[in-house]
């Protein structure tokens, strides 16, 4: 699947948004080895930090449908921004955790701009899974 798909798969997975407070609706496609794609899409709360970001919900969703961490090929994030939206830093943290520094991410809104990254290049200087073997 191309990354131009895959963001397609992005707009889609953003209708199912759950967006009463911000409004801001998110949507997230995440690759998998086999070429199948895992939809998220943020999901707020009255208490507000609840809530959870596209691309979490699309990472944790497959990870909980038994996908291992390291073995996705590549995630689309998609807003209605004037820029392609860019994740957060908490996002950026647990992409690095279960994508690895090396896969692209592909950043879009829906007016059809497409940015492409990596995860190291959204989280430099990351704290992540190898400094914790250095202790072991
Ligand atoms: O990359 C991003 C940025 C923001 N949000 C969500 C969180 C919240 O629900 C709303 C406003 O921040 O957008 C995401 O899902 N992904
Ligand atoms: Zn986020």
Redesign the pocket.
Known sequence: MDYGQLMKEAIEARKAAY?PY?G?G?GAALLDSKGQVHHGC?V?NAAYSP?N???RTAMFRAIADGHRPGTFQAIA?VADTEEP????GV?RQVLLELCGPDMPVILGNLKGDIRQTTVRELLPYAFGPSHLEEQK
């Not at 939206?85 to 957060?88: E, G, N, R």
């Open positions: 967006i911000s801001f998110v943020n707020e809530g970001c596209a691309e994030v939206v860019a994740p957060c996002c």
